[in-house]
């Protein structure tokens, strides 16, 4: 099935991933054997597979070429492509580094091409922190005056929920629950049921906001210069394709997008998600854009038999 080919299982808070080097574009993986790898029970098990390829072997990233070397070849753990995935990209930069295909300096920077476009990765003391470009809400000015677009059906809870849809560019929906127990008593190992419905799916994040707190802001000597407001919510995400996953990055992008806008124009600029598999920074940049940052952990390597 992949011959002698060794893959690298790496996470992000939680969301685990399978990478392989494909340096050249000649010898991608086989959908059936994608999906094979990545089941949990009969494979090595993850959300995803990421190949790494150069960028000039990409026919669809060629308008890419000139802004950066490598390309992340992103799949769900069904086979079908994804835009992009805001924890995985950070696991893709880790194992670009762990294979030697890249040499990243704390406090440097680097560009990856996906199918959201060039995004800009900097690696930081504990991990990377990735420009994720502009966000956009598809149901518009009604949409963001509401707060809402859709109505969404989740087993565990006895009635539909209002959401709110945030492109970023991955299609989210997100939904507002009233407490921590409410969120427990979602079922997402069922899918929810969205109306109306997209047309490519959508992941589908269930979030409690916790409110905000006063935090120190430190300059490079660690002299405390002042405070600013950080929002804090705790979200729980069934991603397409995939099923309920412990993280998802673009996915706490858009929850902290949707509780900032819920919470109208004195909303903080930066919020922290709470996931089950661990804690990840959203930040809001001039211009409508995004930065995420989390951890990556390399946590073996693996060359299947078949």
Same mark, same amino acid.
């Not at 560019?169 to 079922?187: G, K, Q, R």
């Given at each position: *099935?992949?011959?002698?080919?060794?893959?690298?299982?790496?996470?992000?808070?939680?969301?685990?991933?399978?990478?392989?080097?494909?340096?050249?574009?000649?010898? @991608?993986?086989?959908?059936?054997?994608?999906?094979?790898?990545?089941?949990?029970?009969?494979?090595?098990?993850?959300?995803?597979?990421?190949?790494?390829?150069?960028?000039?072997?990409?026919?669809?990233?060629?308008?890419? &070429?000139?802004?950066?070397?490598?390309? *992340? /070849?992103?799949?769900?753990?069904?086979?079908?492509?994804? !835009?992009?995935?805001?924890?995985?990209?950070?696991?893709?930069?880790?194992?670009?580094?762990?294979?030697?295909?890249?040499?990243?300096? #704390?406090?440097?920077?680097?560009?990856?091409?996906?199918?959201?476009?060039?995004?800009?990765?900097?690696? =930081?003391?504990?991990?990377?922190?990735? %420009?994720?470009?502009?966000?956009?809400?598809?149901?518009?000015?009604?949409?963001?005056?509401?707060?809402?677009?859709? +109505?969404?059906?989740?087993?565990?809870?006895?009635?539909?929920?209002?959401?709110?849809?945030?492109?970023?560019?991955?299609?989210?929906? $997100?939904?507002?629950?009233? /407490?921590?127990? =409410?969120?427990?008593?979602?079922?997402?190992?069922?899918?929810?049921?969205?109306?109306?419905?997209?047309?490519?799916?959508?992941? #589908? !994040? $269930?979030?409690?906001?916790?409110?905000?707190?006063? &935090?120190? #802001? #430190? /300059?490079?000597?660690?002299?405390?210069?002042? +405070?600013?407001?950080?929002?804090?919510?705790?979200?729980?995400?069934?991603?397409?394709?995939?099923?309920?996953?412990?993280?998802?990055?673009?996915?706490?992008?858009?929850?902290?997008?949707?509780?900032?806008?819920?919470?109208?124009?004195?909303? @903080?600029? %930066?919020? $922290? $998600?709470?996931?089950?598999?661990?804690?990840?920074?959203?930040?809001?940049?001039?211009?409508?854009?995004?930065?995420?940052?989390? @951890?990556? !952990?390399?946590?073996?390597?693996?060359? @299947?038999?078949?």
């Amino acid at each position: *099935m992949t011959g002698a080919r060794t893959f690298v299982k790496a996470h992000g808070t939680g969301n685990d991933f399978l990478l392989y080097s494909d340096v050249d574009g000649t010898d @991608p993986l086989a959908t059936e054997d994608l999906v094979a790898l990545a089941d949990r029970h009969l494979g090595i098990g993850a959300d995803g597979v990421i190949r790494a390829v150069r960028t000039a072997a990409v026919d669809e990233a060629s308008d890419q &070429v000139a802004a950066a070397e490598w390309f *992340m /070849d992103y799949r769900n753990a069904d086979g079908s492509v994804a !835009e992009m995935c805001g924890n995985g990209i950070r696991t893709y930069v880790a194992y670009l580094e762990h294979t030697g295909l890249l040499d990243l300096q #704390v406090g440097e920077a680097t560009t990856i091409a996906t199918r959201a476009g060039t995004l800009v990765v900097h690696k =930081e003391d504990d991990g990377y922190a990735v %420009e994720m470009g502009t966000w956009t809400v598809p149901g518009g000015e009604p949409a963001l005056a509401d707060g809402f677009d859709v +109505t969404v059906g989740l087993a565990g809870l006895d009635e539909p929920r209002p959401g709110l849809r945030v492109a970023t560019p991955n299609p989210h929906t $997100v939904i507002a629950l009233s /407490d921590l127990e =409410e969120l427990e008593a979602v079922d997402l190992s069922v899918a929810p049921r969205l109306e109306p419905e997209p047309a490519d799916g959508s992941n #589908v !994040e $269930v979030v409690v906001p916790l409110g905000e707190r006063e &935090v120190d #802001v #430190v /300059d490079d000597d660690g002299t405390v210069v002042g +405070t600013e407001r950080i929002g804090v919510v705790r979200m729980r995400v069934h991603e397409r394709g995939v099923g309920e996953t412990l993280s998802c990055g673009t996915g706490a992008c858009a929850a902290a997008i949707a509780t900032r806008i819920w919470f109208g124009d004195d909303a @903080p600029d %930066e919020w $922290v $998600v709470l996931v089950p598999g661990g804690r990840l920074q959203v930040r809001m940049l001039e211009g409508g854009a995004v930065e995420l940052a989390g @951890p990556a !952990e390399i946590v073996a390597e693996v060359t @299947p038999l078949g």
